[in-house]
């Protein structure tokens, strides 16, 4: 969207933090109100790991939209990591926007959330009911009525960032509701994660989309190396951290076919994120224990503190 501000109209910009339990469709909401991946995604609970910030401009506004981890009861040093730092991005946020899936039945872990919604200080709190094209209509109205009763909000919005329903009604409505002020960020950057930071994630990606259930959380990728090469490609180099031997070989898959794959997948966001042909080399490295240490939680960029 670009920014051409119409002088009569305040300007308005803030922080917009999206919460909820894992996989409700925060990361896939960010996509759509960028219109382009900027967060990856899969059916893989936990699947976003870091905060990351996307500036969506509108001629009148700049939101600063807060993709959190989802909030979970955690089983390692990681999800606590992770829960804290999706409970920090609600201190400075000056509007909450809690997400519930309108697929599954309110329970414990949503009230939990919401009971931190509603300690936020954040001036404006919207309900947003998610995957509303997987939903029947019954559906979303008994999710809507239960959600209400989980906490005080100034507003609701039912969506289907999929299918784009209500996208351009959930930016008009939450810009209507950030205070007057200046722009955080240029009108040419989209993200506030680096190139580095989302090759890792694109990787990390396209394992999580082909192994599902086997060894996803048991994953860690970092970037070593992006090299521009004078001929205009770029050539990139991530290893891929596992616990465990076994896991190294499924990740590997049999005569390396897991991770050609995974390999060639990824390059075509990289490529699409980099503008140029790119040469992906990928290696994976077993790490004992990594998710319980938190020096190497911290290398990957996954600590609350990043």
Same mark, same amino acid.
């Given at each position: 969207? *670009? ?7 305040? !300007? #308005?910009? %803030? !922080? ?9 469709? @925060?990361?896939?909401?960010?996509? =759509? ?11 893989? &609970?936990?699947?976003? #790991?870091?905060?990351?910030? =996307? ?12 993709? $959190?981890? %989802?909030?979970?009861?955690? @089983? ?7 829960? +804290?730092?999706?409970?920090? *991005? ?33 001036? !404006? ?9 997987? &939903? ?9 009525? &239960? ?28 810009? =209507? ?28 990606? @396209?394992? !999580?989309?082909?192994?599902? +259930? ?14 521009? =090469? ?23 898959? @049999? %005569?390396?076919?897991?991770?050609? $794959? ?12 980099? %503008? ?14 990594? #998710? ?6 911290? #290398? ?7």
């Amino acid at each position: 969207m *670009e920014s051409n501000n119409d002088s009569s109209t305040p !300007f #308005r910009s %803030g !922080f917009v933090a999206l919460v909820g339990r894992p996989n409700v469709g @925060k990361s896939t909401l960010v996509n =759509a109100c960028m219109g382009e991946k900027v967060a990856i995604t899969s059916p893989v &609970a936990q699947t976003t #790991r870091k905060r990351l910030r =996307a500036v969506v401009n509108t001629p009148n506004s700049q939101l600063v939209i807060i993709d $959190t981890p %989802g909030l979970h009861k955690p @089983k390692d040093s990681l999800g606590k990591e992770l829960n +804290q730092a999706a409970l920090a *991005e609600l201190a400075d946020a000056d509007v909450v926007a809690f997400l519930v899936d309108a697929t599954k039945p309110v329970g414990t872990g949503d009230a939990w959330v919401a009971r931190h919604v509603d300690g936020s200080e954040a001036d !404006f709190k919207l309900l947003v009911i998610t995957k509303a094209d997987k &939903a029947t209509p019954e559906q979303v109205t008994s999710q809507l009525g &239960a959600a209400r009763e989980l906490a005080h909000f100034d507003d609701e919005l039912v969506i289907s960032a999929r299918e784009g329903f209500n996208v351009d009604a959930f930016v008009k409505l939450v810009s =209507a509701h950030l205070p007057e002020g200046p722009k955080w960020f240029p009108d040419d950057m989209d993200t506030d994660a680096t190139p580095e930071d989302l090759v890792a994630e694109f990787v990390r990606e @396209k394992l !999580f989309l082909n192994l599902r +259930q086997e060894v996803p959380h048991s994953i860690g990728v970092i970037c070593d190396d992006i090299e521009y =090469a004078k001929d205009g490609h770029a050539s990139v180099t991530a290893t891929v951290l596992v616990e465990r031997e076994g896991q190294k070989g499924i990740v590997v898959g @049999k %005569g390396g076919s897991m991770i050609k $794959t995974v390999g060639i997948e990824a390059r075509r966001d990289i490529e699409r994120l980099l %503008g140029c042909k790119v040469y992906l080399d990928l290696s994976v490295r077993v790490q004992p224990q990594w #998710r319980r240490d938190a020096n190497e939680i911290r #290398r990957l960029g996954y600590s609350a503190e990043d």
